[in-house]
């Protein structure tokens, strides 16, 4: 745990903080299969479906092992298939209810091995993310979102965006640490189209 | 004693209950303050796991009818001081690298002739439910106190496993693409308003956190070992139940203590 003066240095540098790259560590010295070993005794006995959920994709693999430090060549790769993975709303219709978007973005439950199968799902989006002036608890892994929509004008073409980087973050920047909400099927559309009210709904205490 | 635990854990829990940023810092306050005085054996409840560590440690049990007193846990049969320091290790006999919960598993196995299914059973305590594994790792690890981590890396089984410890660190899978490292790798950073120690170089976090390792745990009322800890972030990271005693905890438990190199150990802890 921070101790105090560690915690208020925390707070002082979140801006550069956020932009910082995640990490810096040494690529590991080891071969696949001798991981994949590993990886096998962690989770021996785990249900089929569990393993199959933890399966690693192209795009989890390369972020692994580059330690999310891809290759251009890589990082191209990546946001060009995250992007042709974005399932836009039929209707076009990116903005839910910011109300509901609350919820998405407040609550943290859902998913665990220790949750029931339909346990809401919450995106947690204020464990990494400043997104109102009324909830101080919130983290630092992400950049503040304070007046997201407020400062991109309200402009329906950033909104569509937003929808894009909250159902996959990846489409925009490879081996981004936000999780790719949608693509996996963490978050159902209603709810990313929510969130992203969340941000844009001028009403929204984001944007007051 | 019972009346000054069961008070200093309703200090913590309300203190840690608040959510506002000022009673998130007045709190952590608290709880240094708190972590000062609990130094105190008498007024530790992780020292009650030390007491029944202690006694499983001579209790005669299995087939054999045998105490574990002739367990070697790397610096010879029975010797407890500065075991815990170097662990996890390789060990000749089993042809394999240990961490304490393992290597007591073989021991109860080999030793006492003990069957340790009960034991695994029992891994995580609960009200009602005991744990001897979480009671002898408070004792064994408490017999390090003072002393400094000292990671052991000579033999080629001890580095595949720091190596392998580091690349399931920075390995992301599951629905919400988390590794370790996510969450463990940016210096001073928070999830919500809980600090998250960076362990992705030898820090000062790592050294801390190791050192601080067996905790009783305030929110659980458990004396919680880094088997559980790691089960706990497995859990928020939503990848599935890792197995208890598995290569892969032992791995990242390697990772963590060459991370932790030269952190002083200070046992039972006392955390939220």
Avoid at chain 1, 122 to 150: D, I, M, V
Wanted: with cysteine.
């Amino acid at each position: 745990m921070k101790t105090v003066r560690e915690t208020l240095t925390g707070l002082a540098s979140l801006a550069i903080l956020a932009f910082a790259s995640p990490v810096q560590a040494q690529q590991p010295q080891v071969d696949a299969a001798t991981v994949d070993r590993y990886v096998a005794s962690l989770w021996a006995k785990v249900p089929d479906a569990w393993r199959q959920r933890n399966t690693q994709d192209e795009t989890q693999k390369i972020c692994s092992v580059t330690n999310n430090q891809p290759t251009d060549a890589q990082a191209k790769a990546i946001t060009a298939r995250e992007l042709a993975a974005v399932k836009f709303p039929a209707d076009g219709k990116v903005l839910g209810d910011w109300k509901k978007g609350q919820q998405v973005a407040q609550r943290g439950s859902g998913g665990q091995f220790s949750d029931q199968p339909d346990t809401y799902r919450g995106g947690n989006c204020y464990a990494c993310h400043q997104l109102s002036r009324q909830e101080l608890s919130y983290g630092t892994l992400g950049p503040s979102l304070l007046e997201y929509g407020k400062l991109k004008d309200f402009k329906p073409e950033e909104a569509k965006a937003t929808f894009a980087k909250i159902y996959n973050a990846q489409s925009q920047l490879a081996c981004s640490t936000m999780p790719r909400f949608g693509h996996t099927g963490f978050l159902t559309e209603e709810q990313i189209k929510d969130a992203v009210a969340y941000l844009f709904d001028k009403d929204s205490p984001v944007n007051r | 004693m019972k009346g000054l635990i069961a008070a200093t854990a309703m200090v913590l829990t309300f203190a840690v209950g608040a959510s506002a940023q000022n009673a998130q810092i007045d709190s952590e306050k608290e709880i240094e303050r708190y972590r000062a005085m609990i130094n105190d054996p008498m007024a530790n409840p992780g020292y009650l796991a030390v007491d029944r560590g202690e006694q499983l440690w001579s209790l005669a049990r299995g087939t054999k009818n045998a105490s574990l007193e002739t367990c070697d846990l790397g610096e010879g049969p029975g010797k407890l001081e500065g075991a815990y320091a170097k662990l996890p290790r390789y060990f000749a006999d089993s042809d394999r690298v240990m961490d304490l919960e393992q290597r007591l598993l073989w021991c109860m196995d080999k030793v006492q002739g003990l069957d340790t299914k009960d034991v695994v059973a029992r891994r995580f305590g609960a009200p009602g439910r005991e744990s001897d594994m979480e009671g002898l790792v408070a004792f064994i690890a408490n017999k390090s106190n003072g002393m400094k981590y000292e990671p052991q890396l000579n033999h080629p089984k001890e580095k595949e496993m720091l190596a392998a410890g580091e690349a399931l660190f920075v390995r992301r899978a599951g629905q919400l693409d988390f590794s370790c490292s996510t969450c463990h790798a940016v210096p001073g950073s928070r999830i919500r308003l809980q600090g998250l120690p960076d362990f992705s170089k030898p820090t000062k976090d790592a050294r801390e956190t190791m050192g601080s390792w067996p905790t009783y745990r305030v929110s659980q009322s458990q004396t919680r070992t880094m088997q559980h800890r790691l089960w706990d972030c497995y859990r928020q990271m939503r990848h599935p139940v890792p197995e208890y005693a598995s290569d892969g905890i032992t791995a990242l438990s390697v990772y963590m203590a060459k991370m932790a190199e030269g952190g002083e150990i200070n046992v039972p802890s006392i955390k939220r």
